[in-house]
């Protein structure tokens, strides 16, 4: 299985993109969907994720008030709309999904399901 991430680009510092996260042979209901981000040099790092069943939401401390995580149940996605952009917000982000207990979210080894990533840019 492997989830569709979209939506990357450049931007200048200080606009928004927004991602999106599908999967045509895997319904998220159950799931927890993910983002992760890895910018050159770094390690991957959770950014933000959604448990479908309930809709609970958790941010990283750097991205909270800027970047917003929602789902569609219907069309079986998860957008990550991110605004006020910062040039450190430059990565290839990346969607998962699993089944991790609310503490662990950000531990991307517990997340069976990834996309292929996609590359935002942000210029200074």
């Known amino acids: 299985v492997q989830l569709q991430a979209s939506g990357g680009g450049l931007v200048q510092a200080g606009g928004s993109l927004r991602l999106s996260c599908t999967a045509s042979e895997l319904t998220f209901s159950g799931y927890t969907v993910a983002w992760f981000r890895q910018a050159p040099g770094k390690e991957r790092e959770f950014v933000s994720s959604?448990?479908?069943?309930?809709?609970?939401?958790i941010y990283t401390e750097s991205v909270k008030g800027r970047f917003r995580i929602s789902k569609a149940n219907a069309k079986n996605t998860v957008d990550l709309q991110m605004n006020t952009l910062k040039s450190e917000d430059t990565a290839v982000y990346y969607c998962?999904?699993?089944?991790?207990?609310?503490?662990?979210?950000?531990?991307?080894?517990?997340?069976?399901?990834w996309g292929q990533g996609t590359l935002v840019t942000v210029s200074s």
């Open positions: 998962a999904a699993g089944r991790p207990i609310t503490s662990a979210v950000h531990q991307s080894n517990l997340y069976y399901y």
């Open positions: 959604i448990r479908w069943s309930g809709g609970n939401t």
